[in-house]
């Protein structure tokens, strides 16, 4: 079946641009997250949705970073005024189960390059 | 906070050697434990993961171990192939609390053909 996907694979921003990320998780599951991998780095987490509920936001950098899951399936990822360190690959991962023990299913990630 | 690291940025094996990946956590609450694969260009790939109330677990040529005494993970491939050639993290989770992954920096894994 689909997995997550993600678009645009790549953009690159002005700095100072607004940029918006799209995330479509597998159908049917219920958590979705985003992470922030910057060069030659481990993944960091960003936020965490069950549903449509944003249960998590402790990883997002500033208040220029903002997310939605309004019907409890796509996901987007807002960053305003963007910033050089913002450049990274932006990693959403989808989950059937919100409890216990579960592997989190990785999309291919969006390339954020801001010049 | 704590987070998990890793002690080899980089490990080069020969193809047919089995290699060995590990991993040092430090958050004694955590009680699972993954390890993902990653390719240029693509998302982490689930390889294996383990519970806590584990310390070993075998998949299709992979094993992982858990010390829990020393706060330890390792990834073990057994006969090592080019298409292996990735960077490898282990990532850290609770059952409970907090859903997010911790991932370690990463080991690159070069097989030599």
């Known amino acids: 079946g689909a997995g997550v996907s993600q678009s645009p694979r790549y953009k690159v921003a002005k700095r100072g641009q607004d940029v918006a990320l799209r995330c479509d998780p597998i159908?049917?599951?219920?958590?979705l997250f985003w992470y922030q991998q910057a060069l030659g780095q481990g993944p960091e987490f960003l936020t965490y949705?069950?549903?449509?509920?944003?249960?998590?936001k402790s990883g997002l950098p500033s208040d220029r970073f903002f997310a939605e899951r309004p019907e409890g399936s796509v996901s987007t990822l807002k960053i305003q005024r963007t910033q050089q360190e913002d450049s990274a690959v932006y990693l959403c991962?989808?989950?059937?189960?919100?409890?216990?023990?579960?592997?989190?299913?990785f999309g291919p990630g969006t390339r954020l390059t801001v010049t | 906070g704590e987070s998990v690291g890793l002690h080899l940025p980089t490990l080069s094996v020969q193809e047919g050697d089995n290699s060995i990946i590990n991993c040092a956590y430090s958050?004694?609450?955590?009680?699972?434990f993954i390890w993902y694969k990653q390719e240029s260009g693509k998302g982490p790939q689930f390889i294996i993961d383990?519970?806590?109330?584990?310390d070993k677990r075998q998949g299709q040529r992979v094993t992982v171990l858990l010390n829990k005494t020393v706060k330890h993970l390792s990834l073990q491939i057994a006969a090592t192939q080019p298409g292996d050639s990735a960077v490898y993290f282990c990532?850290?989770?609770?059952?409970?609390?907090?859903?997010?992954?911790?991932f370690g920096s990463g080991t690159r894994l070069q097989v030599q053909p």
């Open positions: 949705f069950q549903n449509e509920a944003q249960l998590d």
């Open positions: 159908s049917g599951h219920v958590s």
């Open positions: 958050n004694s609450a955590s009680d699972y």
């Open positions: 990532a850290e989770n609770m059952a409970t609390g907090r859903r997010a992954l911790t």
């Open positions: 383990i519970r806590s109330n584990m």
């Open positions: 991962a989808s989950s059937p189960l919100s409890s216990g023990y579960y592997e989190q299913y």
